[in-house]
């Protein structure tokens, strides 16, 4: 899942994107409002962590400007201030959740975590694809019952494999959604990451679940037909 942070300290802001990406996530920041709008109107994010007070343009204003605009997209607002009158004005404005600064790490994500889940159908916690399950909650994989060892990029390539089951998904789709900004368009490198998280998904024996439409893209499924 491919997230924007919008934060202007950048002690708190690496360190988030530090725990985040540690998680499986695609992070971009970005440190002030206008940027932020930007780049949330060019990219296709799953969803924005939003600091309130930012340069340029706060937080209220983008997430009014984001709904104007009828985009969807998850916002969960992060601020130091603790007024009943400053969450109520972010909910208002169109953001789905809020936490205040300090904050516990482990929290942030359960929170962001749980929005993504909402989407437009509330989504399981646990995906299964024949004998593959996936624990989303936990990053924890079996296939056949046996666990399978993935790295966080490997596995966040697989979960959006497994949320989008049985239809194509393009390298431009994947590149969106599980990598971020610093994704070589022009490298191999979605093509490499899928032949590993084959190998380790199709074991000797198993029924393949990983498929290959050549020049299309890759779908995630019990058995080689599909839908686009």
Same mark, same amino acid.
């Given at each position: ?5 919008? /934060?202007?300290?950048? !002690? ?5 994107? #530090? $725990? @985040? ?12 409002? /206008? ?11 799953? &969803? ?7 340069? #340029?343009?706060? =937080? ?21 201030? /603790?007024?009943?009158?400053? *969450? ?15 904050? /516990? ?6 929170? @962001?975590?749980? @929005?993504?889940? *909402? ?14 399950? @996936? ?9 056949? =019952?046996?666990? !399978?060892?993935?790295? &966080?990029? +490997?596995? &966040?390539?697989? +979960? ?9 998904? $393009? ?27 084959? #190998? ?20 995630? &499924?019990? +058995? ?5």
């Amino acid at each position: 899942m491919r997230i924007l942070l919008v /934060e202007d300290d950048s !002690v708190i802001a690496t360190s988030v994107a #530090k $725990g @985040l990406r540690a998680h499986a996530f695609a992070v971009d920041v970005a440190t002030d409002g /206008e940027s932020a709008l930007y780049q949330a109107a060019v990219n296709a994010y799953d &969803a924005l962590v939003l600091d309130v007070m930012l340069p #340029k343009l706060d =937080g209220f204003s983008i997430v009014r400007d984001l709904r104007k605009r009828g985009a969807s997209v998850p916002v969960l607002m992060l601020t130091a201030r /603790e007024a009943v009158s400053d *969450r109520i004005a972010g909910l208002n404005e169109g953001a789905d959740d809020y936490l205040t600064k300090p904050f /516990e790490f482990g929290e942030l994500v359960a929170r @962001l975590r749980a @929005l993504l889940r *909402r989407g437009p159908a509330l989504a399981a916690p646990i995906i299964r694809v024949a004998d593959l399950e @996936l624990d989303t909650r936990n990053q924890h994989v079996t296939r056949a =019952g046996r666990a !399978v060892a993935l790295t &966080a990029r +490997e596995y &966040a390539l697989l +979960e959006y494999l497994a949320r989008n089951a049985g239809r194509i998904v $393009g390298r431009a789709e994947i590149s969106d959604h599980v990598w971020d900004d610093n994704y070589d368009p022009v490298s191999n490198l979605i093509e490499s990451f899928v032949s590993r998280v084959r #190998k380790k998904i199709d074991a000797p024996g198993l029924v393949p679940l990983i498929h290959t439409r050549r020049g299309v893209g890759y779908w995630l &499924a019990d +058995e080689a037909t599909t839908r686009v």
